[in-house]
């Protein structure tokens, strides 16, 4: 069974247009992360949630907003998608604890804005 | 600086060693990984060192950290055709924050 799990794998969408990107946990986290890996493959933390609570929200356009549902999914909207949009974004889980904080990832979703 | 410093690229032979080195920004980072991603895959913990520690060994895998040069590697042995990837080192400078690197794409020949 896939840990964490994103969907859709691939996104291909027009300027202006409103999309979602969905993600799923079966590990039992109570924390999960949205991700952007810019072309360069580095990760930039967008937003942090722990318990269905924003704990995290770096400087990202409000034109992104997280949803979690429950504390296994957290979705991603992205309202009026630009070209600077595109990007692979990866989503994961982790636990917050005295020990370290591991985090597993899901597999990406590459989103292209035409 | 503020980036997290890994080298673009390795190309080793298959049964030689390979060093993948980085370098971090925050010297309060509790914990260093190294991260493995294949094509198409998330990304995979390796390993990780907590910052009181200079070394760990992990089967094939060995990391060593300099904390007054902010530098760490990931030493792995005995290279093989199927540990082509590219390999991630992060830290973690408060909690529910992670800094990645580019990434550093491992190629082993044959």
């Known amino acids: 069974d896939t840990a964490v799990s994103q969907t859709p794998k691939y996104l291909v969408t027009q300027m202006g247009n409103d999309k979602s990107i969905k993600c799923e946990q079966n590990?039992?986290?109570?924390?999960m992360y949205w991700y952007k890996q810019d072309s360069k493959k580095f990760l930039k933390i967008m937003f942090s949630y722990n318990n269905k609570e924003l704990i995290i929200n770096e400087t990202v356009p409000n034109r992104f907003s997280p949803k979690s549902p429950d504390k296994a999914h957290l979705n991603l909207h992205i309202n009026s998608l630009e070209l600077g949009d595109s990007a692979v974004y990866f989503c994961a889980s982790g636990d917050i604890g005295t020990t370290a904080d591991t985090q597993y990832f899901g597999p990406g979703t590459r989103l292209t804005v035409l | 600086g503020e980036d997290v410093e890994q080298s673009l690229f390795l190309s080793v032979r298959e049964g030689d060693s390979s060093v993948i080195n980085c370098t971090y920004t925050?010297?309060?980072?509790?914990?260093l990984y190294w991260y493995k991603q294949e094509p198409g895959a998330g990304l995979q913990l390796l390993t990780y060192?907590?910052?009181?520690?200079d070394m760990k060994q992990d089967q094939r895998l060995t990391v060593l950290l300099n904390k007054k040069d902010k530098h760490l590697s990931l030493r792995i042995a005995d290279t093989q055709t199927g540990d082509s990837a590219i390999y991630f080192c992060?830290?973690?400078?408060?909690?529910?924050?992670?800094?990645f690197g580019a990434g550093t794409r491992l190629t082993v020949k044959p």
């Open positions: 925050d010297s309060s980072s509790t914990y």
């Open positions: 992060a830290e973690s400078p408060r909690d529910n924050d992670m800094r």
């Open positions: 590990l039992g986290h109570d924390t």
């Open positions: 060192i907590f910052s009181n520690m």
